[in-house]
């Protein structure tokens, strides 16, 4: 087999497959007892009782040659989608055991946990089926992958995992999510995104490399994202400040393959550290717990609060009226701490999203030296106009604006619509803090001169 460097001048897509086809000549014989299940010619079986440790990692090596040669030659395409996936199952292979991916062609994947190397040839085998010419998809078409089989053969998207858990698959990723969540897990087993608007500004700002700063990351959609963008030269902090979302979040980390590039904190991220919060959320829709919500009737423990049957006479009102979202609300205590101490070892930062719940403010003032060493700093962050009418918030939404202008910001707020998860959704300038204070619910952009003018924004 040739040297899998996809670099290498005038290797092609075409070439690539044809020297894959040529592996799966030499490695297609399985005995009919071998731990796993057939994977699509392209890469061909590989039994580990009898195949050469070194020729399955070649095949792996030469398969990451193919994936980034489709990126590079069909950039923007359902194709390039599919490859970038592909490049993600090996890259957790590698990491399992423990080798970089430039050196697995000479690697002895025996050393893999069987399940583990099962699992993985099986989806990049599922996924490389797709990559067969003719590629007959033009840039701009849907990228939206299909369904990557796991070791077991089921074909859906998401899988039940115990526990409670889904595991669901999105084209940079995995999300491991509750079966009762209602929000971001029904919405995301359902549609396989969540606000694709706000999908496509990360996906647009962000680049290899960089640094991304996920404050109120909830399962991980948008830390998985992130990490898939930024790749393994760049690194992202996930914060997540309700004990009962990070260790889903942990999960979906570990399962898109990104231990290694992200790092998370579970905190509340304000402008003072060091202070004992009480976080209300009701379990059904948790990504929206807030230290802000004072007056809300708690109901106990995360157990007492879920939509049980012996829990829905608490749920109604006049006429017997049943009424979901008046919510039972769960508690827990967390602690407070600045971005300024949270990224004190990052020189600078290129994105940072936040969706706290009305908190963004004082997260804004508690990262005033961030935002003055990242000079190319772009911030996505949820507007809540209710939250920055409270007594406590109306000084912090002032200070925050005055700090934005004073780096040079132009904020936007971003207008959901059909332009998918691809495309740079249409904003509507922000000129002032009084149109703030105005702007309805919804999520904002803000900008620095240039990097508003390459999205066309005045």
Same mark, same amino acid.
């Given at each position: ?5 996809p670099k290498a001048a005038?290797?092609s ?5 044809a020297?894959?086809?040529q592996?799966?000549?030499l490695?297609?014989?399985v005995?009919p007892?071998h ?5 699509w ?10 195949d050469?440790p ?7 090596a ?5 994936a980034?040669? /489709?990126?590079r030659?069909? @950039? ?12 993600m ?5 590698a990491?399992?055991?423990g ?5 697995m062609?000479a690697?002895?994947l ?9 699992d ?11 990559l067969?010419? @003719? ?16 070791a ?10 115990g526990r409670e858990?889904? +595991?669901?698959?999105l084209?940079?990723?995995y ?6 969540n209602l ?14 608007w ?5 996906r647009?700002?962000l680049r290899?490399g960089?640094?991304?700063?996920n404050v109120?990351a909830? !399962?991980?959609y ?5 990490a ?12 997540e400040?309700?004990p ?7 999960? #979906?980390i ?9 790092? /998370? ?5 304000s ?5 004992t919060?009480?976080?209300t959320?009701?379990p059904?829709f948790?990504?929206?717990g807030?230290?802000?919500?004072g007056?809300?009737r ?7 609060? !879920?939509w049980d049957?012996?829990?829905i ?8 009226e049943?009424v979901p =979202?008046?919510? !039972?609300?769960a508690?827990?205590e967390?602690?407070t701490?600045?971005?300024?101490v ?8 290129d994105?940072?999203q936040?969706d ?17 060493? #990242?000079?190319?700093l772009s911030i996505?962050?949820? =507007? #809540?106009?209710n !939250?920055a009418a409270?007594?406590e918030?109306?000084?912090?939404v002032r200070? +925050? =604006?005055?700090l ?5 910001f132009r ?14 959704p ?17 999520d904002l952009?803000?900008?620095k001169p240039?990097?508003a003018a390459?999205?066309g924004?005045?």
């Open positions: 087999m040739s040297d899998p460097n005038g290797v897509t075409q070439a690539r497959l020297e894959l086809r592996a799966h000549a490695y297609g014989a005995s007892d731990l796993l299940e057939p994977v010619a392209l890469l061909g079986p590989v039994a580990l009782t009898d050469p070194a020729s399955t990692g070649a095949l792996l030469a398969a990451d040659a193919l980034q040669a /489709v990126i030659d069909r @950039p923007g395409t359902r194709s390039a989608a599919l490859a970038g996936e592909m490049r199952h090996i890259d957790y292979l990491q399992r055991v080798v970089a991916r430039e050196g062609h690697h002895d025996s050393l893999a946990e069987p399940l583990v190397l099962s993985a040839l099986n989806n990049i085998g599922h996924l490389a089926a797709a067969t010419p @003719p590629l007959g998809d033009e840039p701009g078409a849907d990228r939206a992958a299909p369904a990557a089989p796991s077991g053969g089921d074909a859906g998207r998401v899988q039940y995992i858990r889904l +595991m669901v698959r084209p940079f990723g999300l491991v999510v509750p079966a009762w929000d971001v897990g029904l919405g995301v087993a359902r549609d396989g995104v969540i606000e694709p706000t999908t496509a500004v990360v647009t700002l290899p960089q640094t991304y700063v109120g909830n !399962f991980g948008y830390t998985v994202l992130g898939s963008l930024v790749g393994r030269t760049g690194r992202v902090v996930s914060v400040a309700n009962h979302l990070v260790s889903d979040l942990i999960r #979906s570990y399962a898109s393959g990104y231990p290694d590039i992200v790092r /998370v904190h579970q905190c509340a991220v402008d003072a550290g060091g202070l919060v009480r976080l959320f009701d059904q948790i990504g929206g807030s230290v802000l919500r007056d809300d708690c109901e106990g423990t995360i157990e007492d609060c !879920f049957g012996d829990k006479a608490r749920m109604k009102r006049e006429h017997h049943v =979202w008046h919510g !039972f609300y508690e827990a967390v602690v701490e600045t971005l300024d949270l990224l004190s070892d990052i020189e600078a930062v994105v940072l936040m706290i719940e009305g908190c963004e403010p004082a997260a804004i003032i508690g990262a005033e030296q961030v935002l003055r060493r #990242s000079p190319g996505i962050m949820e =507007w #809540s106009p !939250f409270l007594p918030n109306r000084e912090r200070r +925050m =604006w005055a934005l202008g004073d780096e040079g904020v936007y707020a971003i207008v959901p619509g059909a332009k998918g998860s691809e495309t740079f249409d904003c509507t300038p922000i000129p002032d803090l009084d149109a703030l204070l105005k702007a309805g619910h919804g952009v803000c900008l240039a990097a390459a999205q924004l005045a």
